[in-house]
């Protein structure tokens, strides 16, 4: 691994492979969040670096993110709901212990990974990528991107999260939420949605970590809580 910058007090718990996408930053945020020193290591989409064998042992479904926790037995956890639960519980954070407090923010991730991610995510690949313009298709997945977003915005009426506190739950969704635009969805009027949206990207760690990472260049060398200076 070539590293860019090195710390000599900096004792690296988590390998985390990744690339400049929602799912890819909910694990940057949750690692500045948490504040676990890590190693980035860029995996590029285009070259389906996340196809090649040494990644599908890794991952067997060849999509990032993908931690590697060095203080664990080099335990690899892929599919990124599953990675905020773990480093939630190996770290004690973002994730309550009350039974029903921990349930609501699991429902509250659950609705982020089995709907606004997929929705989102076929939006994206429709409005943008798809060489082929397919109106049904965009409406499609426009309009339900749109209407899983108003559920947040219902849910957040009243209230600073998701949940009770600030949570996994608020990372996952925020990552995906914040690229509306990208996907091609008008949020005016969702106003308690827009004021979650600025609340969370005001947060030192979601600035840090929605920047990771950082270019093309490859891997570095996260000492958890350094201010990134983008060029
Ligand atoms: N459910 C998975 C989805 C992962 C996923 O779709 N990752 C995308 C980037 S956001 C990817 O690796 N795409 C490359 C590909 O499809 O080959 C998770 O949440 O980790």
């Not at 639960?85 to 190996?90: G, N, Q, R, S």
Request: proline share 5%.
């Amino acid at each position: 691994m070539v590293c860019s910058r090195l710390f000599p007090e900096q004792i690296i718990v988590i390998d985390l492979y990744t690339a400049a996408t929602p799912n890819g930053r909910k694990i940057s945020i949750m690692l500045e969040e948490v504040g676990l020193d890590y190693a980035v290591h860029e995996i590029s989409l285009g070259k389906q670096e996340q196809k090649r064998p040494a990644f599908l042992a890794m991952n067997p479904n060849g999509r990032i993110p993908v931690i590697v926790d060095r203080d664990n037995d080099e335990f690899v956890v892929f599919e990124s709901g599953a990675i905020l639960v773990y480093l939630a519980e190996k770290t004690g954070k973002l994730f309550p212990r009350e039974e029903k407090a921990r349930s609501r923010v699991m429902q509250w991730l659950m609705f982020q990974m089995g709907n606004l991610g997929p929705m989102m995510g076929q939006a994206n690949v429709f409005f943008r990528y798809f060489p082929e313009k397919i109106p049904a298709a965009i409406d499609r997945y426009q309009h339900e991107g749109l209407r899983l977003l108003t559920v947040l915005d219902t849910q957040l009426a009243g209230r600073d999260y998701l949940c009770e506190q600030y949570s996994i739950a608020d990372i996952a969704n925020w990552c995906w939420a914040i690229g509306h635009q990208w996907s091609g969805i008008d949020i005016s009027g969702l106003g308690n949605l827009q004021a979650w949206l600025d609340r969370l990207a005001k947060r030192p760690a979601v600035e840090r970590g929605r920047n990771i990472p950082q270019s093309k260049s490859g891997n570095e060398t996260r000492k958890a809580g350094e201010k990134i200076i983008i060029r």
